[in-house]
């Protein structure tokens, strides 16, 4: 290397930890999910986040809780606030009309009113939701449909968020939304109550640079999912895969310089998701473009940017999603793999990105 790209390099490597010092601490904490395999409940979650001196994690689902009884989440909220966390709260699919949506239970109204007053319960300020998946993305009617209902959603249930203090964090979820549709949602059903969980896994599978969606959704932004992706051109488009922060294509000390700008005040809650094989983005097929007819050629070419500039990730991984009994010896290094690989990503966002109140 030469000495100019040498001293270039070193100033960019020091760039993050240096703004950080001039600048207020950013949250750091893990969404519930990152740990799935261990089918840990809520006050193990708290245990694990305090031993680590983290200050959030976001329990994103109804599930994460031994029980929905006041008295339980009652017991939640004080115990986070002996172990100096602060919680983050959530639920699944909220909309009737995906294909994701399960038709069991409550009438979805209910069942958001019940995510928002759990929320309340636990001290948490906002109840992170998604719309969908990529499914919903397979004709433009039918995502049409489930943004419209969305909105008309949200708006039947503004009253109770508003009286709870709880804001709806819409997620960009795996496959469903742009960053810009998500936008419209918050928009259209009223950015008083409803918000964004911003997530830089899912950008991968809809052919988005995750620092679109930061331009896009940073300033509604009150919650997030992060993880890091490689993205790498084959020959129909790219194909993109979810690794441990620190190992992806992702420019994150790039994406914080901004993020410290348009959002500080959200916290950053890792969402790590490895063992999970390469997925195409079949970009150079004539297919591919009927249900992405609104994507802007500037923010596509930001996309196949990082296509161009990654590789393959080349690392050891235990594949998660595999059909058959498997073993327990499988399930232990599951386990591991989730437990090693979200420890290695809070681990360099502390000491690379310069995050956490605690570090």
């Not at 909309?95 to 239970?105: F, H, I, L, T, V």
């Not at 300033?219 to 890091?228: E, I, L, N, Q, S």
């Not at 488009?237 to 348009?262: C, E, H, N």
Request: charged share 25%; aromatic share 8%.
């Amino acid at each position: 290397m030469h000495r100019r790209g040498f001293l270039q390099a070193l100033a960019a490597a020091a760039a993050t930890p240096a703004l950080a010092a001039q600048t207020p601490g950013i949250r750091l904490g893990f969404d519930t999910y990152s740990l799935r395999a261990f089918k840990w409940k809520a006050l193990q979650l708290i245990d694990y986040a305090a031993g680590l001196k983290l200050d959030t994690i976001q329990i994103s689902s109804l599930g994460d809780y031994s029980s929905l009884e006041p008295a339980h989440l009652k017991e939640v909220r004080e115990h986070a606030e002996r172990a100096g966390i602060r919680l983050d709260a959530g639920m699944g699919c909220i909309c009737p009309a995906s294909k994701s949506w399960n038709k069991k239970g409550a009438p979805v109204e209910q069942q958001i009113i019940q995510g928002l007053q759990v929320a309340k319960a636990i001290g948490a300020s906002s109840m992170r939701c998604f719309m969908g998946s990529s499914d919903d993305r397979q004709t433009p009617d039918q995502l049409a449909r489930c943004m419209e209902t969305t909105i008309k959603l949200f708006r039947s249930v503004k009253p109770q968020a508003q009286d709870l203090g709880v804001k709806i964090a819409l997620e960009n979820h795996a496959g469903d939304m742009q960053a810009r549709e998500v936008r419209t949602i918050i928009e259209e059903s009223g950015k008083d109550f409803t918000a964004s969980c911003l997530d830089t896994g899912n950008p991968m599978w809809v052919a988005e640079n995750p620092m679109v969606t930061l331009d896009v959704l940073g300033p509604y932004a009150v919650t997030t999912h992060v993880r890091d992706s490689i993205v790498f051109e084959v020959p129909n488009g790219a194909a993109a895969q979810w690794v441990t922060l620190g190992d992806g294509v992702i420019d994150f000390p790039a994406f914080f310089a901004k993020y410290r700008q348009v959002c500080p005040n959200a916290p950053v809650q890792l969402e790590s998701i490895t063992g999970r094989p390469p997925r195409l983005v079949p970009y150079l097929e004539k297919d591919f473009w009927k249900n992405f007819a609104n994507t802007p050629a500037s923010e596509f070419a930001r996309f196949v940017d990082l296509a161009k500039r990654g590789h393959p990730y080349m690392g050891a991984m235990v594949i998660e999603d595999t059909t058959g009994k498997k073993p327990e010896q499988y399930a232990e290094a599951l386990r591991e793999q989730q437990r090693i690989d979200l420890e290695r990503g809070l681990e360099y966002a502390k000491k690379k990105l310069g995050l956490g109140m605690r570090n």
